[in-house]
Every structure is written in C-alpha cells, then in structure tokens.
C-alpha cells in the first residue's frame, strides 16, 4: 500500500539557517509528490509538486525539493530560513486507485520552529 | 475570490447529536474531499467526490455521510457523534483527478463532541 513518512516530528532551526525536511515514500510507479504547508489556524498551502522530468523542482517562498527514486525521497530544502516560515509541513503521495482517479495520502507532517 | 468556504469554524456537539458541515466552492472544480487532521496523524481522508452525484469512501468513512447535489457543495454529515469524532475537519478541492492538480484547501472546522 501506499505510504508517506516524515521521520521528524518537530524540527527546531536558527533564522538564516538552512532546513531540509525528510519526506520518504512508498508507491509502485511512479509517484506524484507534493509539498504542502500549514500556518496555525489556517488550511494547507501548496508549496511545490513533482510529477515527472526534472527531479529539482522549485516552489513558493524560496522552497526547493528534490525526487530521488533511488531513495524512495522527496525532501524538502530551503538555503535560508526566516521566522515566517515557522509552520507544518505535510509531504504527500498521490495513489491511484487503479482508474484515472486517485486521492492524496499525507505524512504526518513536521512542525518547524524558528529561532530567532 | 472565496476559494473553498467551510461553515461553521467551530461546533461542539453532545455524544448522539446530528450536524453537517459545509464546504462550498467557487472555482468550478470537479473534485472535492474531506479530510479529518488529529495531532500526530496527518490527514486522512473521509470521503471524495469526483463530480455532482458521484461519491466514495476514503480511508476513515465509518460514522460520516456524503452527497454531491452540484459541484459547488459538498456536506459532510455526522448522523451520532461520538467523541472519536473530535478533531478539525478540512474540505478541498481541486480542478483534476485528485492527484494531479493542487488541492485548494478551507481553514477547517474545528468539532468537539462531548
């Protein structure tokens, strides 16, 4: 079955630090993979998405990820992290249902603080 | 532009109790689900629809109903709650399949039951 782990739960960085955020998969074909975001009290946000070509793909708000199908990754980066980024962030898997739909399988998230 | 629109952003219900949540759209989108978000769990998905009268279950149906009338609206019921239903409720949508268009996310609405 379709899977989506983000090892970290919570993940504390310095502002002007960089961050990665670990998003591992797991999915026969291959995947649509996204990045979503969520400030306190508000719904998700798109960051980026992979669907196919090349494996760095860029986002909103200077967020960058890059697929490895050898590592079954999708981790997310940022060079330089600002206080505003201090968010949840949820990696998921797109999974067919074995028709032309198909539905969003979520990690359960990683909680970035920032300090100042 | 109002995107996805979830009414009320909060509710308390007693143990039995009956409510629907609503969730309207404007974006003509075909696709439209709910999912439930509890600490440490992510989001799972309750119910989707892939156009007006079509409906299916996600991952976690059990305890919640829905229908699609049009494409803009799509209700969640809780026909008894329970309180295993406490937690924020998310309605999105999205222009493709579901899995290879942005989903569009409300603000959620927060549902105790007692």
């Known amino acids: 079955a379709q899977s989506v782990t983000q090892p970290d739960i919570h993940i504390t960085v310095s502002e002007g630090a960089s961050l990665e955020l670990r998003c591992n998969y797991s999915?026969?074909?291959?995947?649509?993979l996204f990045w979503y975001v969520q400030s306190p009290g508000q719904g998700l946000q798109l960051l980026l998405k992979?669907?196919?070509?090349?494996?760095l793909v860029q986002g909103i708000k200077g967020f960058e990820a890059e697929f490895k199908r050898s590592q079954s990754s999708f981790n997310l980066r940022k060079p330089s992290v600002h206080w505003s980024d201090a968010a949840e962030y949820f990696c998921?898997?797109?999974?067919?249902?074995?028709?032309?739909?198909?539905?969003?399988?979520f990690g359960k998230g990683t909680k970035l603080s920032v300090k100042p | 532009n109002a995107g996805v629109t979830q009414t009320p952003k909060f509710q308390v219900l007693k143990t039995g109790q009956s409510m629907t949540l609503q969730c309207a759209q404007d974006?003509?989108?075909?696709?439209m689900s709910w999912y439930r978000q509890d600490p440490g769990m992510g989001l799972r998905l309750i119910h989707y629809?892939?156009?007006?009268?079509?409906?299916d279950q996600g991952e976690v149906p059990n305890g919640y109903n829905v229908s699609r009338s049009t494409t803009e609206d799509f209700p969640l019921r809780l026909l008894s709650a329970a309180p295993s239903q406490t937690s924020v409720y998310f309605c999105?949508?999205?222009?493709?399949?579901?899995?290879?268009?942005?989903?569009?996310f409300g603000n959620g609405t927060r549902l105790t039951v007692t």
């Open positions: 999105a949508s999205s222009s493709g399949t579901g899995i290879n268009s942005p989903l569009h």
């Open positions: 998921a898997v797109g999974a067919t249902n074995g028709g032309s739909q198909g539905n969003l399988i």
């Open positions: 974006m003509n989108h075909e696709y």
């Open positions: 992979y669907f196919s070509g090349d494996t």
């Open positions: 999915y026969g074909a291959t995947p649509y």
């Open positions: 629809s892939v156009g007006a009268g079509i409906t």
